[in-house]
């Protein structure tokens, strides 16, 4: 047996019947908050301040990658290398 129950309704009303709580006011309040917190950073969202950003992060990173493949090569040519006790 098969039932199907068809219930409109508004998310208040649906809400209230199943005793959840009313999260609008603190849903505004954090909406305001992230507004007021962005309108502040503006400036770190130009443009240039976000390649400046991200281009000193990507020499930081583009260095350490490079020093890793030389250890690794080095660490391989001790083990694998041409260093052999004959």
Not at 34 to 45: D, G, P, T, W, Y
Not at 65 to 83: E, P
Request: proline fraction near 5%.
């Amino acid at each position: 047996m098969k039932v199907t129950v068809n219930v409109e309704c508004s998310p208040e009303e649906a809400r209230a019947f199943l005793g959840l709580p009313d999260v609008e006011p603190l849903n505004d309040y954090i909406m305001q908050q992230m507004k007021q917190r962005l309108e502040q950073n503006i400036h770190s969202m130009q443009p240039e301040e976000m390649l400046k950003n991200w281009s000193s992060l990507g020499v930081t990173a583009q260095d350490q990658f490079f020093k890793l493949m030389q250890s690794a090569a080095q660490a391989s040519l001790n083990t694998f290398g041409g260093k052999t006790d004959k």
